[in-house]
C-alpha cells in the first residue's frame, strides 16, 4: 500500500487552503494535473473522497475537514524540526516569512527589509502584507513565522514584543491649515473618513473619537491610508494617520497635518509570534535590533 507522504499532505492543504485546483496548484509551483493526480492518489490511500468537486471551486468532505486541520498541524511541526536546525547554528538564516499589517507595510517595510538584510546576510526574507486577523491565522497554520502588527493581539498561542509607539495625526483640507485644532469631541462633528472593517487602525480610530455616537451617514471608508488621504485633499472629510505614514502621504495630496491635543491617541507597534516556535530566541533578537533603531526610523517619518 502507498503511504501518505508529506508532498501528499501540502498539496491537499494548499487545496484546502484555497478552494481552487488552479490556484492550488500554483501556489505549490506545479501544474493543475500533478495537483489533481496526487488528490486522486491521496483520497485511493484513504479509501473516501476528500473533496467535492465543483465546476468552479471545491468544497471539503467531512473527512477533508478533519485532514486539513490535522495536516496544518503536522505540516506546521515539520517546518518547526527544520527551524530547530536553524536554531541550532546560532545566527539567523534561511527563510523569514514575515507578515505586517497594512497601516505600517508602505512605511516600515522597505527600512525593515533593508536592516535586516543588513543585520543578517544569510537570511532569505519573505514579506506579506495582510490585516491582522489574516496574519494571525497564518501564524497559527505556520504559514508565517512572525508578524509586525499593532498589540496588544491577545492570542495565547502568541508572543508579544512591543517595538515602538507612535501616535495619530489629523488630517485637513490644506484650506484648514490655520484654523485650531479641534478637540476629540470636535471631531465627532466632523465628517471622519475610515478604513474598512477588518483594519485594527480603524478601531483604534473610532475608540479615541467615541465614534460610536456618530450615526453611519457621518462615516465614509476607504481601502487604504492613501485613499483617504486623497478623499480629504478633495475636501470630503478629515481622518487620522499613523505617525509613520505623515511624511509619504502629505507629498501625495493637498492636505494638511496637526498634532491632536493630549491626550493624544497612539498604538504599539510590535513583533508576535509562536510561543512555541524553535526559533523564539532569534525572532526576540530582531525585535531587540528594532528597537535600537527606532530612533533613526522615526526620524525618517517626519515631514519636512
Known amino acids: 500500500m502507498i503511504p501518505v507522504t508529506l508532498k501528499h499532505l501540502r498539496y491537499f492543504e494548499a487545496l484546502a487552503r484555497h478552494g481552487h485546483f488552479g490556484r492550488a496548484a500554483e501556489s505549490c509551483a506545479i501544474s493543475q494535473p500533478a495537483l489533481s493526480f496526487q488528490i486522486k492518489e491521496?483520497?485511493?490511500?484513504l479509501g473516501a473522497p476528500l473533496v467535492e468537486r465543483g465546476a468552479r471551486?471545491?468544497?471539503?468532505?467531512?473527512?477533508?475537514e478533519a485532514l486539513a486541520k490535522?495536516?496544518?498541524?503536522i505540516l506546521r511541526s515539520v517546518d518547526e524540526l527544520g527551524d530547530l536546525a536553524r536554531?541550532?547554528?546560532?545566527?539567523?538564516?534561511?527563510?523569514?516569512?514575515?507578515?505586517?499589517?497594512?497601516?505600517?507595510?508602505?512605511?516600515?517595510?522597505?527600512?525593515?527589509?533593508?536592516?535586516?538584510?543588513a543585520q543578517y546576510p544569510d537570511?532569505?526574507?519573505r514579506p506579506r502584507e495582510a490585516i491582522t486577523q489574516t496574519l494571525i491565522a497564518n501564524l497559527n497554520e505556520g504559514r508565517m513565522d512572525i508578524a509586525v502588527v499593532a498589540l496588544p493581539v491577545s492570542e495565547t498561542s502568541l508572543h508579544?514584543?512591543?517595538?515602538?509607539?507612535?501616535?495619530?495625526?489629523?488630517?485637513r483640507p490644506r484650506a484648514d491649515a490655520d484654523k485650531p485644532v479641534p478637540s476629540r469631541e470636535g471631531l465627532l462633528e466632523m465628517r471622519l473618513l475610515l478604513l474598512e472593517e477588518g483594519h485594527c487602525f480603524r478601531d483604534q480610530a473610532l475608540s479615541f473619537c467615541k465614534a460610536s455616537r456618530l450615526g453611519t451617514q457621518d462615516l465614509m471608508e476607504g481601502?487604504?491610508?492613501?485613499?483617504?488621504?486623497?478623499?480629504?485633499?478633495?475636501?470630503?472629510?478629515?481622518?487620522?494617520?499613523?505617525?509613520?505614514?505623515?511624511?509619504t502621504e502629505m507629498r501625495a495630496a493637498d492636505v494638511s497635518v496637526a498634532r491632536l491635543p493630549a491626550p493624544r491617541p497612539k498604538r504599539t507597534i510590535?513583533?508576535?509570534?509562536?510561543?512555541?516556535?524553535?526559533?523564539?530566541?532569534?525572532?526576540?533578537?530582531?525585535?531587540?535590533?528594532?528597537?535600537?533603531?527606532?530612533?533613526?526610523?522615526?526620524?525618517?517619518?517626519r515631514a519636512d
Open 123 to 125: 537570511l532569505d526574507i
Open 42 to 45: 491521496l483520497e485511493e490511500i
Open 270 to 301: 510590535g513583533l508576535v509570534w509562536r510561543k512555541s516556535s524553535p526559533m523564539a530566541p532569534q525572532y526576540a533578537q530582531i525585535a531587540r535590533h528594532l528597537r535600537q533603531q527606532f530612533d533613526a526610523l522615526k526620524t525618517g517619518w
Open 57 to 64: 471551486q471545491i468544497r471539503l468532505t467531512g473527512l477533508g
Open 160 to 171: 508579544e514584543e512591543p517595538i515602538f509607539d507612535e501616535e495619530f495625526a489629523l488630517v
Open 70 to 73: 490535522r495536516a496544518r498541524l
Open 223 to 247: 481601502s487604504s491610508l492613501s485613499t483617504l488621504v486623497q478623499m480629504v485633499g478633495a475636501g470630503i472629510g478629515i481622518t487620522l494617520i499613523p505617525e509613520m505614514a505623515v511624511r
Open 87 to 117: 536554531a541550532a547554528h546560532g545566527p539567523l538564516s534561511g527563510r523569514l516569512r514575515i507578515g505586517v499589517i497594512p497601516t505600517v507595510a508602505p512605511y516600515l517595510l522597505p527600512d525593515l527589509i533593508r536592516q535586516l538584510g
